[in-house]
Every structure is written in structure tokens, then in C-alpha cells.
């Protein structure tokens, strides 16, 4: 692992630079991809990715013609820089006539808008892999590489006079092209992502705005499309943007942490890359097993997805199932409460028998669930046991004075206002006390006037004084 990272962080290594060609990608990618997922037009980003293809492969095949026919070597030292000048208009008109057909098609045939997109990206994406096959043998266009990629071998075209990938030098201009776009209409973009209808109504030209956005992912779909394909881009634009809208709330935020999230997964995609072959022999060639960076970037990325789904810290399923258990414990714990509050209003002296019979038969709950439940109080300080008798602490006579009276008054308002009966109204009202704050309480008995029974003629006791 050692030799590994130092690979990885010396500069004159192949391994330094298919990496910084990963990670310039995948933040290119990561910045268009950000505001798609906002939008909710994640699968835009999977039929441009698509949809490109026939003009990327048109502006190579355009581009091969002028070379093949110009005087020798005329054009030989343009072919680099004109080819990519070629794909990004290829690849942009294409784009734009995959929004504009998708849109015709919506409106003039009723049609949803993703089925819509879908008709218009695979008949597109259809067409480019005609070209792609029928000319597969005239022009250096592998089909494995236009799917799914290949970073490896971007190290062989640099930039001339340097080692500097020229697919490095083609994902750092779509940074710098995402960027002072988003810059220069930030206001504009994110009035128009989260409140288009008002964006209008302020004379914001948000029709303009989305073509320029599919304009922009265009142009980095074509900036990346040698490192990672038109299928895996898919990953590049969506994933990182997903993973952030999981994390993090805040607009700014997500787009930094869009960023950060794809340069992880580039880092650990390219070390994965690297690792396996050394951990993984084929029995039956006994010959190493060849692992794709770029697929290797998506595997990471997915497991990154998987991770802020899990542990995010607002939308995480781990915290969510933590924060449910927290409140089913807590209600269970103000129920226990509620009943040794009325128990001891009516004198009934609580021991461990009272415990396991009544108050674990009006609960529903076992009498060691009820055991451990007490258990918990104590510890808290809201009970107390004394010569065997279970008593409320004066904390815990407050907390269970409030969850009495936040039940009995709604009980009063269900039954007074609505008319409900008393089992209806006590069922309801048993779920509403545990979510019942002392200003809704207080406003809901002054609403009432400050009854002094409920229906049944139970007291509605007083606000406890603090102990």
C-alpha cells in the first residue's frame, strides 16, 4: 500500500496523473451535476450522456475528414485542439436538440416530461452507436471507450511541451467554464432551481437559463467523455450531487461537498484500481485481473452513496432509526409516567406487584419491559422507591403533571369543539400529549378558558411549580 500512495503522489508518475485527470473530471462533472439533482432532472444528465454521442462522434468524424484531406501535415499539429473544439459543438448541439426535441415532443403529444426525454436520448443514443460501428474501422473509435471510458491511456496525448494529460487540460476548462458560469448567475440559478415560477415573475429568463445549463452539461459530458464515457458520466454528474443533498442542506454547501465527494471517490476509485490487481489473481491464467479506473470511481462513489444514505446526519437511515427508537423510548417513558401520576391520584400505593399487574396491563407492555422502563426513571431522577413503594420524585411529578394535563385538555377540545367521544377523543389525545409543548398547552387552555375537568370529570391539574 506504501508504494501505492507514493505512486500516487509522485508527479512524474502515470498513476499522479490519470488521478488528477480522475478527480479534474469528476469535479467538472460534479458542478453541472449539483444543480441537476436540485432540479430534479437527474436523468438529463443520463440522456445527454447519451444523447451526445451522435454529435461527439460527428465532430470526430468531421474533424478526421479535414485532417485526412488537407495538405501533409498542415493540419497534423491543429488535429488535437481542433477535434475537442469540434466534439464540444458537436456534443452541444446535440444537447440542445435533445431539450429542444424532448420539449416538442412533451407538449405536442401529451407526454410526461421523462418519457418524453427517454424517446429522444435512446433514438439519439442509437444513432451514435450506428456511427460508432460503421466507422469503427476508418477512425480510431473504440465502442468499450466511448461507454464506459479509459483514464488509463489519457497519459499518452499531453498537452504539447508538458505531461499533462490533454483530458486533464479539456476537464480543467470545464471547471473553469462551470464555475464562472455559476459565479456570474448564481442568484439566478438557484432562484430558478428551488422557485422557478417565481424566478419568472421577477423577469428571470429561466427558459434561457435551463438550455444554458444543458448547453453547460453538454460541454463537460464531451470534457470528460475520454476519462469516463458516456455511460459512467452518468455516475460522475449524479452520485456526488445525491450524496451531498443527503448530507447537507444549504445550496453553497452542497455544491462544495458535491466537490469534495467526487474528489474522494476519484482518489479512492484510482487507488482502488490499483490495489486490486496486486490483491486479486485470475486461477485460471494466473494473470492479474485488470480493474477500470473509471468503473472503480463509480464503485467508490456508489459506496460513498450508500455511506450518506446510511449515516447522514439529517436523512441517514441509522440516525432516523436511532431518532425513532429515541422517541418510541420516550413516549414509552412519559406513559409510565401518566400512570403513576393518575395511580397515585386515586391513592393507589405503587409496588412491584402493582408494576407487573396494572400498569404493565394498561400499557400493553410486558412486566420486564415495565421493570426496565422504572429502571431508566430512577436513573433520571423522576422516581424514586422507598420501603418498596414506587413514588414520583418532584421532577417527575412535574414532567407527569404536564403530560396529564396536555391530555385531559385535549380531550376537553376534542370533545367540546368536535364533538368526538370519549374513547375517540382519548385515543387522539394520547398521542397528541407527547407532542405538546408548554406554549400550545397553555394556549389550548386558554382557548378553553381554563376548564377545571375533563369530559369523563377527571381534574385537569395545574401548572406545576419547578421543583
Not at 219 to 231: D, H, K, L, Q
Not at 330 to 358: K, T, Y
Not at 371 to 382: F, P, W, Y
Request: a negative charge; glycine letters at 8%; charged letters at 15%.
Amino acid at each position: 500500500m506504501s508504494e501505492l500512495l507514493s505512486s500516487l503522489f509522485d508527479a512524474n508518475s502515470l498513476d499522479a496523473r490519470i488521478a488528477l485527470t480522475a478527480i479534474l473530471a469528476s469535479i467538472a462533472c460534479a458542478l453541472p451535476g449539483t444543480l441537476l439533482v436540485l432540479r430534479r432532472q437527474s436523468l438529463l444528465g443520463d440522456a445527454l450522456g447519451h444523447a451526445l454521442l451522435p454529435g461527439i462522434v460527428l465532430g470526430y468524424l468531421a474533424t478526421n475528414f479535414l485532417i485526412d484531406d488537407s495538405p501533409t501535415g498542415t493540419m497534423a499539429a491543429w488535429a488535437p485542439s481542433l477535434r475537442i473544439t469540434a466534439m464540444l459543438v458537436g456534443a452541444a448541439i446535440a444537447g440542445i436538440l435533445c431539450a429542444v426535441l424532448a420539449t416538442i415532443i412533451e407538449k405536442s403529444g401529451r407526454v410526461e416530461p421523462s418519457a418524453a426525454l427517454g424517446v429522444v436520448f435512446t433514438g439519439l443514443f442509437a444513432i451514435g452507436l450506428i456511427l460508432v460501428r460503421r466507422y469503427a474501422d476508418d477512425v480510431d473509435i473504440d465502442a468499450s471507450c466511448v461507454l464506459y471510458g479509459h483514464l488509463e491511456t489519457v497519459v499518452f496525448e499531453t498537452w504539447p511541451g508538458t505531461t499533462l494529460p490533454m483530458a486533464a487540460v479539456s476537464a480543467l476548462a470545464a471547471i473553469v467554464f462551470n464555475a464562472a458560469l455559476l459565479i456570474a448567475f448564481y442568484k439566478e440559478l438557484k432562484l430558478g432551481t428551488f422557485d422557478p415560477e417565481f424566478a419568472r415573475a421577477v423577469g428571470i429568463p429561466a427558459g434561457l437559463i435551463d438550455i444554458g445549463l444543458v448547453a453547460a452539461t453538454a460541454m463537460t459530458v464531451v470534457a470528460t467523455f475520454e476519462s469516463v464515457g458516456s455511460i459512467l458520466v452518468l455516475a460522475a454528474l449524479v452520485v456526488p450531487a445525491v450524496s451531498a443533498r443527503l448530507l447537507v442542506n444549504r445550496f453553497f454547501s452542497q455544491i462544495v461537498v458535491s466537490i469534495v465527494v467526487a474528489t474522494l471517490a476519484a482518489v479512492g476509485g484510482h487507488l482502488l484500481a490499483m490495489a486490486v490487481p496486486h490483491l486479486v489473481i485470475l486461477s485460471s491464467e494466473n494473470r492479474p485481473l485488470e480493474v477500470g479506473t473509471a468503473g472503480a470511481i463509480s464503485l467508490v462513489s456508489g459506496l460513498m452513496l450508500v455511506a450518506a444514505a446510511a449515516f447522514g446526519p439529517t436523512n441517514g437511515m441509522v440516525w432516523k432509526a436511532w431518532r425513532l427508537r429515541a422517541l418510541r423510548q420516550r413516549v414509552f417513558q412519559e406513559d409510565v409516567l401518566g400512570i403513576l401520576f393518575r395511580l397515585a391520584e386515586r391513592g393507589v400505593e405503587v409496588d412491584e406487584a402493582c408494576l407487573s399487574g396494572q400498569v404493565a396491563g394498561s400499557l400493553d407492555r410486558s412486566p420486564a419491559a415495565i421493570q426496565r422502563c422504572v429502571r431508566q426513571l430512577q436513573s433520571s431522577g423522576l422516581v424514586d422507591q422507598t420501603n418498596g413503594i414506587w413514588r414520583l420524585t418532584a421532577v417527575g411529578t412535574q414532567r407527569a403533571t404536564e403530560i396529564v394535563r396536555s391530555h385531559r385538555l385535549w380531550e376537553t377540545y376534542l370533545a367540546r369543539n368536535l364533538g368526538w367521544n370519549d374513547e375517540a377523543s382519548h385515543r387522539v389525545a394520547e398521542r397528541f400529549e407527547h407532542h405538546t409543548s408548554g406554549f400550545v398547552r397553555e394556549n389550548l387552555a386558554d382557548e378553553l378558558s381554563h376548564p377545571g375537568r375533563d369530559p369523563q370529570g377527571h381534574e385537569i391539574p395545574p401548572i406545576a411549580d419547578a421543583p
